[in-house]
């Protein structure tokens, strides 16, 4: 994507880096072997995992088959985190994982933390996430319900020593009834169930937590502990209403896994609800959001919105070309790239329309695509007007 490309180009060398940049998995594999070639050195590899013909994961695993390249620390980038990535990243010896729009102090922070791990020569396979990298200030409330006090130690040691607070209930009565109270407070983030507990065991707390969140309209995310590693024991779990397994003793890389894998499944999930209930006295972009994101570098937004103003027609176009010709699988690629531009510019409304459109062709329902597509339209042009005003406010 041509914009974010502008942007981490602008960043990183605001940063006193120095970038190579390619616009697919093919051409970075012609860099690579130029690099190879000429005896040069690379200190860090950025990847985009949704890319055509080639994507990220791919393009990864090709790299890291290559002895010279194999210890080069890579960050993947991504639009919205699936269940699932966490592991293959592992599997890769990924550095970090990243979730798109990424603000530049998060960023720096990100490439500090994985330059700094590799120049130590220490191997590592903690996963840095945007989630990893906020333990401290993006604390989690935990429910910890669970009877055995040795146990209880433990994984309260693991949550509270990367800054998450945990409430303790010793049984399944205990942990409904904390639950219910901390909703008119502070809802739980997060519950972690032992199965077997006396009075009340987890499956029937859970059970019973499921049925009371219909009446109030919530969801707590339940991660189900239990001693068996049996199939029929997680199906158990699952069937229950839990949304996660693991199997005790609980080890601290597993369990911030589900958490990070849970919480990007979160994160997708409230994408999906974004609407188009903007007030009609709402700008259809957030002027300091997008000014924080550029750094303040009023070279680059004038250049961005250059960008804009000159490519903006051609992707609504190829949107509106997909619609035409039924073809699902180009209006979610096109519809994706215009969603990570709008969300760059920090226009929400656009975000959301052009990801409810990415979701149309991504499921091969173009039912209504046209008329979601005139919103947009109209919606772009909002934002291209305000993107012009918004530069020359700053230039008089």
């Excluded at 393009?59 to 293959?88: C, M, N, Y």
């Excluded at 669970?146 to 040691?157: A, G, M, P, R, T």
């Excluded at 049996?230 to 589900?258: H, I, W």
Aim: glycine content about 6%; charged content about 30%; hydrophobic content about 40%.
């Amino acid at each position: 994507n041509e914009t974010n490309r502008i942007i981490l180009r602008e960043r990183l060398e605001s940063w006193s880096m120095r970038p190579i940049l390619a616009t697919n998995g093919a051409e970075a594999l012609e860099i690579l072997n130029k690099i190879k070639t000429n005896g040069q050195s690379l200190d860090l590899i950025l990847l985009d995992i949704l890319m055509p013909e080639m994507d990220g994961f791919t393009l990864a695993e090709k790299i890291v088959k290559q002895p010279e390249f194999a210890t080069i620390p890579i960050i993947l980038f991504t639009s919205a985190g699936k269940r699932g990535d966490g592991a293959r990243c592992r599997e890769l010896g990924i550095a970090a994982y990243l979730t798109k729009p990424i603000k530049q102090k998060d960023l720096y922070h990100a490439l500090t933390v994985v330059i700094g791990r590799s120049k130590t020569q220490k191997e590592s396979k903690e996963l840095i996430t945007l989630h990893s990298l906020k333990e401290r200030q993006y604390q989690l409330h935990i429910l910890l319900a669970e009877d055995n006090f040795i146990n209880q130690k433990v994984v309260i040691s693991m949550l509270q020593k990367v800054g998450h607070k945990v409430t303790v209930a010793n049984n399944g009565k205990e942990a409904v009834e904390k639950w219910e109270t901390a909703l008119s407070e502070k809802p739980y983030d997060v519950i972690l169930m032992d199965v077997q507990m006396p009075e009340m065991d987890g499956l029937a707390a859970t059970q019973k937590i499921r049925t009371l969140e219909q009446e109030k309209g919530v969801h707590t995310i339940i991660v189900g502990l239990s001693a068996h590693a049996m199939k029929e024991d997680q199906e158990r779990c699952l069937n229950a209403g839990m949304d996660a397994y693991l199997t005790k003793p609980v080890k601290s890389e597993k369990l911030f896994t589900v958490l990070d894998e849970l919480f990007s499944s979160k994160r997708e999930k409230e994408e999906e609800k974004v609407t188009s209930k903007s007030q009609e006295n709402e700008t259809a972009f957030d002027s300091a959001v997008f000014l924080e994101r550029m750094g303040g570098d009023w070279d680059l937004i004038n250049e961005m919105v250059e960008w804009f103003e000159g490519n903006i027609e051609q992707m609504l176009e190829d949107i509106q070309t997909a619609i035409a010709n039924q073809d699902a699988a180009a209006l979610n690629m096109s519809a994706h790239s215009l969603k990570g531009v709008l969300g760059e510019f920090a226009a929400q409304k656009g975000h959301g329309l052009a990801y409810e459109l990415e979701m149309m062709g991504k499921k091969e329902n173009l039912q209504g695509a046209s008329d979601k597509f005139g919103t947009l339209k109209n919606e772009v042009e909002k934002i291209k007007n305000e993107l012009l005003d918004f530069v020359k406010q700053q230039q008089t």
